[in-house]
């Protein structure tokens, strides 16, 4: 992850007629630190940190990192003031900021949602004369006192060790520290770090998929503090953006309020909306960043949901360099997928009917996000090269991935499955969004491809009807006649197919989304749909479906295809760790009975048995569409499969049946002991070869299967509703 830019430091652009002043700036403040350094009257209060370690006799100065933190705050504090004196001094130009260092170290920051302890961190008061004086961040309108380290107003941290040898340790903090920025800042886009190992110091850069390190500073000489006052310097200087905030997301001290523009790719002017809530923001350090808010349109009075996100995208570096000028609308035409646009097809085709109102989003304003910076950026529309075109050559290298900067704002705001009252509202909320897969595939020719925790919703109607609403398509692609075989992984782990795990050279179809919802379903029957069942102790049970998301992608996969290849298996290793599959000592009556085991989920483990069934043990189709192992891999390492799955001496028993049977040459008529079905009569395509995957992906035998979860599903939904209603009549 750590790509070594020299220049980084560069990234901190100046504007053009303060480069001179500011390089003024720094070279006395440099001196004066020097000056203070030398003069040994003075009792420098940091000479532990910057004394020459190469002087004979010269001992390592820390004990521990504790012993760190006064000098190195010290230090800070003083160079930031050097740095500000030297500014009044020169009158050319006033520092936009000044550096704060928060006084409490090795301290729990507010709003971390873990225990863990930055060493150091820095904040800043944007100046009121400055030009950032309506700064996107709301720091310079608080009285703050600076003595507890705050998440929201952070701007890095620092990490200290005692000895070099630590620096992939120092790193490795950072980076965890970096999460909470993000998570507590909706308005950051990239964030910097500083980490010291010794008197080695590192300025680092983390941006969406790498962190950015620069050569060593050492502070223990004279040119390695000339770079860190450097760093200080145009840290005071630069334009908030090339700190990580974005100036389309500010704070509106008039009103005490947030703004945001969204823009829409046929538009020059964004529409700016005021900031109501943050519904989700980034909680990871790297990725796409998703961020949604709450807005209300001024103009229409409408409240509207804003996603904000980071889609990566082919690299077409020609194409920016050659049209420096673009618009947006330009720019969409070199993108290979594009949500927005995906979505104004989808809405195109399905807003002919009501009968899928509220059931996907429809776009009110969205495009890519443009910057116009006083420095004439090579390009106004924002990617991830925007920020780093000043450290050259890294950029143009493939260590950096390329990433559109999107903006939408959406209705209807649909809320989270947390928010359900029962298994019979999430099981409506299911056959709805599977059905509206399959209609966005038949009639649109788009494949979602992301079935996350997050991305099936629900809307609810004045009645209080739910309605099933899929979300996020930024992994969508179209299906055209030429398709290309997936080459990587698309989706969020513990629910990809496995076809997607393993990136198989097959065609990507609406079976990898529908079995991405069983996989879904189990994830919430095992961990509970609804806020109301979250008391129920699944630690044990979940941490068995923790295969599904932790370890190699090859594991996950192993320990899908183990877990759906039989019926047997599946429930041994699934659905009997359904909430209220087995009496609860913490939660039963005084018979020993389950106090869970009314809510429902008996209901939804007979389902995905049934769906699994339909997909993996199809009895319309041949049995070389069965199973979840391939033919090569069952007669190649029978053994290997069997030896890594945790099963009992009966599915062992039943699984060798199955090997025996799938491992023959030739079809058998041999009965499937397991299922009791007959005689293996289902519809086999000429072109079936050893992998049930590629078999199913087949034409009819991709439609019978479809057809049939489709029928269970709208069969469940149709009961699930009646019980509704029942529950309904009975509370009047």
């Not at 704060?100 to 225990?115: A, L, Q, R």
């Not at 903006?407 to 599977?434: F, W």
Request: contains cysteine.
């Amino acid at each position: 992850m750590n790509v070594h830019a020299p220049d980084v430091l560069n990234v901190l652009d100046l504007d053009k007629d303060i480069v001179g002043s500011v390089s003024v700036i720094t070279e006395q403040a440099s001196n004066k630190l020097e000056e203070h350094i030398s003069d040994v009257a003075s009792g420098c209060e940091f000479n532990s940190l910057v004394m020459d370690r190469t002087q004979e006799g010269s001992s390592k100065p820390f004990k521990n990192e504790h012993s760190m933190y006064g000098p190195l705050t010290k230090l800070i504090a003083y160079i930031a003031d050097q740095v500000d004196e030297a500014a009044r001094m020169n009158g050319a130009v006033n520092v936009r900021r000044l550096i704060k260092i928060y006084e409490k170290t090795d301290h729990k920051p507010v709003g971390s949602d873990d225990n863990k302890r930055p060493d150091i961190a820095l904040t800043f008061v944007e100046q009121q004369n400055s030009a950032n004086n309506n700064a996107n961040t709301d720091t310079a309108y608080k009285n703050k006192d600076y003595i507890h380290p705050e998440y929201s107003d952070m701007l890095c941290v620092i990490e200290a060790k005692t000895e070099k040898t630590k620096q992939n340790d120092a790193y490795a903090q950072a980076y965890m520290y970096t999460r909470n920025i993000y998570a507590c800042q909706h308005n950051r886009q990239f964030v910097w770090a500083l980490t010291i190992c010794d008197s080695v110091l590192r300025i680092c850069l983390f941006t969406n998929d790498k962190m950015f390190v620069s050569d060593e500073l050492d502070i223990s000489s004279r040119s390695g503090r000339r770079g860190f006052v450097e760093f200080v310097a145009r840290v005071s200087f630069c334009d908030l953006y090339y700190l990580g905030y974005d100036p389309t997301i500010r704070y509106n001290p008039k009103t005490g309020g947030w703004q945001i523009d969204v823009f829409s790719n046929d538009k020059t002017e964004p529409k700016t909306l005021t900031l109501e809530s943050v519904l989700h923001n980034a909680t990871r350090t790297t990725g796409r960043h998703t961020r949604c808010f709450v807005v209300l349109d001024p103009e229409s009075k409408q409240q509207l949901l804003v996603k904000d996100a980071w889609a990566e995208e082919t690299r077409r570096p020609e194409f920016i360099e050659t049209n420096s000028d673009c618009c947006a609308a330009e720019v969409t035409m070199a993108f290979e997928r594009d949500e927005i646009t995906l979505l104004e097809k989808v809405d195109k085709e399905l807003g002919k009917t009501n009968r899928f109102q509220r059931r996907y989003p429809v776009i009110k304003y969205g495009g890519v996000v443009r910057q116009n910076l006083a420095n004439n950026l090579h390009c106004t529309m924002e990617t991830t090269y925007t920020a780093l075109l000043n450290i050259g050559p890294v950029v143009q290298s493939d260590e950096v991935l390329y990433r559109i900067h999107k903006r939408m704002a959406v209705t209807p705001i649909a809320e989270s499955l947390r928010n359900l009252r029962s298994i019979d509202e999430y099981i409506v909320v299911m056959a709805e969004a599977m059905l509206t897969l399959c209609y966005i595939e038949k009639e649109c020719g788009i494949l979602h491809r992301d079935i996350s925790s997050n991305n099936i919703m629900f809307t609810r109607d004045e009645d209080g009807t739910v309605r099933g609403f899929l979300n996020d398509f930024d992994c969508a692609i179209e299906v055209t006649a030429e398709r290309k075989p997936r080459t990587n992984m698309t989706g969020t782990l513990p629910f990809m197919s496995i076809c997607n795990l393993e990136s198989k050279n097959i065609d990507q179809t609406i079976l990898d989304d529908l079995e991405s919802c069983i996989y879904h379903m189990c994830w919430f029957g095992v961990e509970g749909v609804c806020s109301l069942h979250e008391d129920y102790p699944t630690d044990n049970d979940m941490a068995h479906l923790g295969r599904w998301r932790i370890g190699t992608v090859e594991h996950i996969a192993e320990a899908k295809r183990n877990n759906m290849h039989t019926d047997d298996n599946f429930k041994f290793s699934v659905t009997n760790r359904f909430i209220g599959a087995k009496q609860c000592k913490n939660h039963g009556d005084e018979h020993g009975n389950c106090l869970y085991k009314d809510l429902g989920y008996d209901r939804l483990a007979s389902l995905v048995c049934q769906l699994r069934k339909a997909l993996f043990e199809n009895d319309k189709l041949s049995r070389k569409c069965w199973g979840a192992m391939d033919l090569k891999i069952i007669s190649a390492q029978p053994s290997t499969h069997v030896a890594h799955m945790h099963v009992d001496d009966k599915f062992g028993h039943a699984f060798s049946k199955i090997c025996k049977v799938h491992s023959s040459s030739k079809p058998t008529d041999t009965p499937n002991v397991e299922s009791g079905a007959a005689a293996d009569k289902g519809y086999e395509d000429p072109s079936c070869g050893p992998d049930p995957f590629a078999n199913r992906a087949l034409g009819k035998c991709k439609e019978i299967i479809v057809g049939d979860i489709m029928n269970i599903m709208l069969n469940e939904r149709n009961s699930a509703l009646e019980n509704i209603e029942k529950q309904t009549q009975h509370k009047k």
